[in-house]
């Protein structure tokens, strides 16, 4: 009496057990238990019997691989009947049982081509009829066990393994009939191997236009078609060589393979910058310095000589250049005619067209204005696509789990890192098992109030240092600035001198930069922070709260003190002096970082090691130095107003950091030992670069642009109320030239200067995040019903695997007692 | 590039197929340079005298002298996994080299990424992760080591932990629907599962 399996086949190990022997797929257990119902009472000999004899010799083995499965199914069952469940002794899954629970679909939907075949078959279907990604309850068919997985399992189970061709037939008949993007799309994301998938592609290709593939191939010459394929061949060369130019592919990649991804995320985050500043560079440089200086204007008589204090002063001979505002002519540049230079206004050269001018304060307000606007609009998308991409609405935690499934690196290629990352893992693993553990544990009040006043004491040192600096940047800014004030009305003072003596105030902020966020590790290290991740965070806080209140007092400095009343230290153009101090505080900032990098981390290292006796290299404190690259950033878009030749400083300076910061890290540092989510921090460090950094520059920037007078005898706005005027003379002219155009000015009046717009705007925008949050509520609610659905699934299941197996082991037991009284009589 | 009369057939003819067909950077996540790229590092390990590179099986051991993948702990079963041999030694042709890669690669969506670490942690390739499978994952992990193993103890813990976490049917295992779920709220799985030629 044949079943419908075989179960002749002999049990050899765990080959059985491996659902790519795909004879044993999906038998399923509609056949099987149709089958026994069927059987019932019938007591001939059954195959079982030699079943039962093979199993028992095999079933050990079976064991050894299934005990696990078993066990966890097999717990309640044992406790009930109070059998042993030693995992040793033979399991007393019967082998069929065992053969079907290693073919069940949910155990090969990941393995077995036939499974594969059919999800993607489900998938182009949806794709055909444009629903949506998640399907609809209609499409499900009735069951009386309505699963999540019924689209697709529906047709594994109740097909058998000769259909695996039909499946592929039904296939390539649906990509046959998508577009050849989407086809190309699936037939990419599919898990099957390169083989399979030319397999698929021919076929569908095959039925498709079986003239046009052969048309491509050159039919004409020979020569024709070596000539093309030469030609590709050097495209080819051309391309793989661009590829290797890729700015800094290799260095990165060996980083990425010593150090891990966390580091590696620091050194992306510079080269995000660079790009931000050869954008901004490019746009300066065509649209303000190009012209300008194709139309030199008069230079000043005394324009001092070249000395070495000037590269870091950015003073002296550079005052009278592109680099800086006041170098700009504020009226229309026109094109000279025979030969003559014609800048002035007034005259109009009779050779002229109008369409050569080239108007220079309203070119200065729009590019400054537009290129911030764009940056902003890339800064806010690159934000919410990375807040998208490590923001998740489940709220339940599964750290251990995913620590475990995703925390290995592949990318680290060297040995002794792989090592340093295991031990790692098995350092954060034990970490999180402890924490888990001792959630339950609480402390006592006595020590909870102690830990307050460590932690009252830590915050109070830290704002207290805040606040020191701060109130010593200040003073220290009107000492200088009196100083200078002084020394303005001295007749005769050594230029030299005066401009080393303004290098005191930037060489003082950089030198705070770096030795209080040591002071901020100092109080970390003595709160003893329990969660690595806590500790962060508080001291990304001190460290931006520092340098926050360092830049505002500056810009005060800046701002209400230099601005307000240039004439006090003799200032013809007070916005270029500003663009030299924010030139000498980036130069400032670069040589103590140099300093730090090259010395520092050197110095500490070997402190570490010999006098402190540590095995290890010191952690590269990754947080720190990128605030330090945010902090940079914020003075290089402060100053792009004053001095438009900032975002090459930049430039310069950001690809100088890469290499030296490279070999430093390489020479002194080691990968952090701490856990460190990555994409986490990646999506902080763009908000932090986004929110403070970005918007206080443009509050800045658009601060100035309205409401300070410019200097009336330099740069492209004297004459000028202020820089914003640029922009509106302009759209009061177009109103006096062409009437048509006063709807734009009127739109202009109404949408940039009354308020009532942004409250709108405002509103509509909050009535959206909210919407939004409800939706995601609701969908936390559904996947909390999808989880106890999915259990109650897994119930079902144990209920229907111990009825089989029950039925077996009746059957069992009735033929031996048939087998019995056979022998016996 | 120095390459003998053959090997440079081979390009062109790789490069015929790449360029007129266009079959194989269709069907990977991977760009032309990086297909050439990997059929270069690919043609290296090749021994000279064969004449048809491309459907030559390059041995696991060979494979594995890769700097990419010699110090993995992982590197045997993501030979075994990607392998279409018949006789499963982990052995690779070229288009088990480029599924790997893509598979690897910068671009290859979260589904692919998840069904091959999948594979690649099912240890005794039954198609679910059991109590084994988990154990061998976290020795792997761990670097199996004396100094840097779990206590049996522990290890008990931690397995038990995951499995409360992520078995969602309770049924003692972790399947690939329960796997996919666990890191589709990982946003670190993307970038660490990551392999650059």
């Known amino acids: 009496m044949a079943g419908n399996f075989d179960l002749n086949q002999p049990l050899v190990g765990a080959g059985l057990e491996s659902p790519a022997d795909e004879e044993g797929v999906h038998v399923s257990f509609n056949q099987l238990i149709a089958e026994q119902c069927q059987a019932g009472e019938r007591l001939d000999g059954f195959e079982l019997q030699q079943l039962d004899e093979e199993s028992r010799d095999y079933v050990a083995e079976l064991g050894s691989g299934f005990e696990s499965s078993g066990r966890g199914l097999y717990d309640i069952e044992s406790d009930d009947d109070g059998r042993q469940t030693d995992p040793l002794v033979s399991v007393p899954w019967s082998s069929a049982t065992m053969k079907i629970l290693s073919s069940m679909p949910s155990r090969t939907i990941g393995r077995s081509r036939g499974a594969i075949l059919s999800q993607y078959y489900n998938k182009t279907l949806q794709l055909r009829r444009r629903s949506q990604s998640r399907p609809s309850i209609r499409d499900f068919s009735h069951s009386s066990r309505p699963s999540i997985r019924g689209y697709g399992m529906e047709v594994d189970v109740i097909d058998g393994p000769q259909s695996e061709m039909e499946k592929s037939e039904r296939l390539v008949n649906n990509l046959q009939n998508l577009s050849m993007g989407d086809r190309m799309k699936m037939l990419r994301g599919m898990p099957l191997s390169v083989v399979e998938k030319k397999e698929l592609r021919r076929k569908t290709l095959q039925r498709d236009k079986p003239l046009t593939s052969s048309s491509k191939i050159p039919c004409c010459s020979q020569l024709k078609y070596y000539i093309i394929i030469a030609v590709r061949h050097s495209w080819y060369s051309w391309l793989s060589f661009l590829h290797s130019l890729q700015l800094w592919q290799f260095l990165l990649k060996r980083v990425g393979g010593r150090f891990g991804t966390g580091v590696l995320s620091y050194f992306l985050f510079l080269k995000t910058l660079l790009f931000f500043n050869v954008f901004l560079f490019l746009v300066t440089f065509l649209f303000l310095v190009l012209p300008q200086a194709m139309h030199p204007p008069e230079l000043p008589e005394e324009r001092r000589n070249f000395t070495g204090l000037d590269l870091i002063s950015g003073a002296g001979h550079f005052t009278d250049t592109l680099m800086y505002y006041g170098y700009y002519s504020n009226f229309t540049l026109r094109r000279s005619c025979a030969g003559q230079h014609n800048t002035s206004a007034s005259s109009a050269p009779d050779c002229l067209s109008k369409r050569l001018s080239y108007n220079m304060s309203l070119a200065y307000f729009f590019t400054i204005g537009m290129s911030f606007f764009i940056t902003c609009i890339i800064l806010v998308y690159s934000m919410s696509k990375s807040f998208g991409r490590s923001f998740r609405i489940d709220k339940s935690y599964s750290i251990l789990a995913m620590k475990v499934f995703s925390s290995w690196d592949f990318k680290v290629i060297k040995k002794s890192s792989v090592e340093l990352m295991s031990e790692n893992n098995c350092t954060q693993l034990k970490e999180i098992l402890a924490e888990v553990v001792q959630k339950k544990e609480k402390t006592g009040p006595c020590q909870a109030l102690w830990r307050l006043m460590v932690h009252g004491l830590a915050w109070a040192i830290c704002i207290g240092a805040t606040a020191g600096c701060v109130i010593s940047v200040y003073f220290f800014s009107e000492f200088m600035h009196k100083d200078l004030q002084r020394t303005a009305r001295l007749a005769n003072t050594n230029p030299l001198l005066k401009e080393a003596s303004l290098l005191a105030l930037p060489a003082l902020v950089s030198l705070l930069n770096l030795l209080l966020p040591g002071l901020f590790n100092l109080a970390a290290w003595m709160e003893e922070y329990h969660s690595p991740s806590v500790r962060t965070y508080v001291a990304l806080g001190r460290n931006l709260m520092l340098k926050v209140s360092v830049l505002a007092v500056l810009c005060y400095h800046w701002l209400g003190r230099v601005a307000a009343k240039p004439s006090d230290i003799n200032l013809v153009c007070w916005e270029t002096f500003v663009g030299q101090e924010l030139y000498r505080f980036l130069i400032m900032d670069f040589i103590f970082t140099l300093l730090n990098t090259l010395f520092g981390e050197l110095l500490w290292r070997l402190f570490s090691q010999r006098v402190l006796g540590r095995g290890r290299k010191p952690a590269f404190d990754i947080a720190r130095n990128v605030l330090d690259l945010i902090y940079a950033q914020t003075l290089a878009w402060i100053g792009v107003l004053f001095s438009p030749l900032l975002p090459a400083v930049q430039i310069l300076k950001l690809l100088l950091l890469f290499y030296v910061k490279v070999s430093s890290v390489m020479m002194n540092c080691q990968a952090p030992r701490k856990p460190y989510r990555v994409s986490q921090m990646t999506t902080i460090f763009i908000t932090l670069l986004c929110f403070p950094s970005f918007l206080g520059a443009s509050v800045c920037v658009t601060y100035t642009m309205w409401s300070i007078p410019p200097s009336t005898s330099c740069g492209p706005f004297r004459h000028l109320g202020t820089m914003f005027q640029a922009g509106k003379r302009w759209v009061q002219e177009l109103e006096k030239n062409n009437p048509d155009l006063s709807v734009v000015a009127k739109v202009h009046a109404y949408l940039v200067e009354n308020p009532f717009f942004l409250f709108v705007g405002a509103g509509i925008f909050l009535i959206v995040i909210y919407f939004y949050s409800q939706v995601v509520d609701g969908q936390r609610k559904v996947i909390a019903l999808l989880q106890e659905h999915i259990e109650k699934e897994g119930v079902d299941k144990k209920y229907l695997i111990t009825q089989l197996q029950s039925v077996h082991e009746r059957k069992k037991g009735i033929s031996r007692r048939l087998r019995s009284q056979d022998s016996g009589c | ?197």
């Open chain 2, 1 to 197: 590039m120095g390459t003998t009369a053959s090997q440079l057939d081979t390009l062109r003819l790789l490069e015929y197929e790449v360029s007129v067909h266009s079959s194989i950077q269709e069907l990977t996540f991977l760009t032309k340079q990086e297909i050439l790229h990997a059929y270069q590092r690919f043609d290296e390990l090749v021994p000279k005298e064969v004449k048809n590179r491309l459907d030559y099986r390059i041995s696991m051991n060979d494979v594995l002298t890769l700097p990419e993948l010699k110090a993995n702990p992982f590197n045997e079963r993501i030979c075994k996994v990607f392998s279409t041999s018949d006789i499963k030694d982990g052995s690779l042709d070229f288009d088990d080299f480029l599924d790997l890669l893509s598979a690897f690669s910068d671009s290859a969506t979260l589904d692919i990424k998840s069904h091959y670490a999948f594979r690649i942690f099912d240890f005794d390739d039954d198609g679910t992760l059991g109590r084994h499978d988990l154990e061998k994952l976290v020795n792997c992990l761990t670097g199996g080591t004396d100094d840097t193993n779990l206590t049996p103890d522990e290890m008990r813990q931690l397995i038990d932990n995951i499995l409360e976490e992520s078995d969602i049917d309770k049924d003692g295992t972790v399947n690939l629907s329960e796997f996919q779920h666990v890191i589709s709220r990982s946003p670190d799985f993307v970038s660490s599962f990551k392999i650059v030629l």
